[in-house]
C-alpha cells in the first residue's frame, strides 16, 4: 500500500520542479517505501543510489572478480572481449549517475536533485535494457554441464 503522504508530498514537488508521474517512478525505485521526510528528493536520490549501487557492483564483480568470489570467476568466462567492452561502457553510465547524485546530494540544491531524479528516471529504462541483457548472459552461463566445476574450483584450490 502506498504511502500517501509521501505521494501527496511528490505530486506537490513535481508540480514544482517536472518530475516524472509518482506511479511510474515508484514502480521503478519505489519511493513510496520511503518514511516521512522533510527532504524527499534527497531520500528518492538515495533509493536510486541502491539500485546503482547494486548494479554497477554486480558489474564490477564480473569485470574484475576476486578470485574468491566464485560466481564472478565462473560468469566472467562467459563473456567475451567484446561484451565485457560493452559491459564496462554500462558500468561507466551507472557509475557517472552514482557519482552525480553523491555530488547533488553534498549540494542541496533542490532544482539539481530535482534535475537529477528527472535525468536518471528518462535514461533508467534503457540502462535496464542494458543489464537485462547481461544478467541473461551471466543467468546462462549456469546452463552449462558440470565438468565446468572442475575449472571453476581449479581458481580455488
Known amino acids: 500500500m502506498p504511502n500517501k503522504e509521501i505521494e501527496k508530498q511528490y505530486i ?22 520511503l518514511e516521512e521526510t522533510s527532504f524527499l528528493l534527497r531520500a528518492i536520490i538515495r533509493k536510486m543510489e541502491e539500485k546503482l549501487d547494486f548494479y554497477s557492483t554486480m558489474l564490477e564483480e564480473v569485470l574484475q572478480p576476486d578470485t574468491s568470489n566464485l560466481y564472478a570467476m565462473h560468469e566472467t568466462r562467459y563473456l567475451d572481449d567484446d561484451e565485457k567492452k560493452q559491459m564496462y561502457g554500462l558500468y561507466t553510465k551507472l557509475m557517472n549517475f552514482n557519482r552525480q547524485s553523491i555530488e547533488v546530494s553534498l549540494g542541496h540544491n533542490e532544482k539539481e536533485e530535482a534535475d537529477f531524479i528527472s535525468s536518471l528516471f528518462n535514461d533508467w529504462k534503457a540502462l535496464k535494457q542494458e543489464l537485462m541483457v547481461f544478467v541473461k548472459k551471466m543467468r546462462a552461463s549456469w546452463k552449462t554441464e558440470e565438468a565446468d566445476i572442475k575449472e571453476d574450483l581449479g581458481y580455488l584450490g
Open 12 to 33: 506537490e514537488l513535481r508540480k514544482k520542479h517536472r518530475l516524472p508521474d509518482f506511479k511510474e517512478i515508484d514502480f521503478e525505485f519505489e519511493i513510496s517505501d
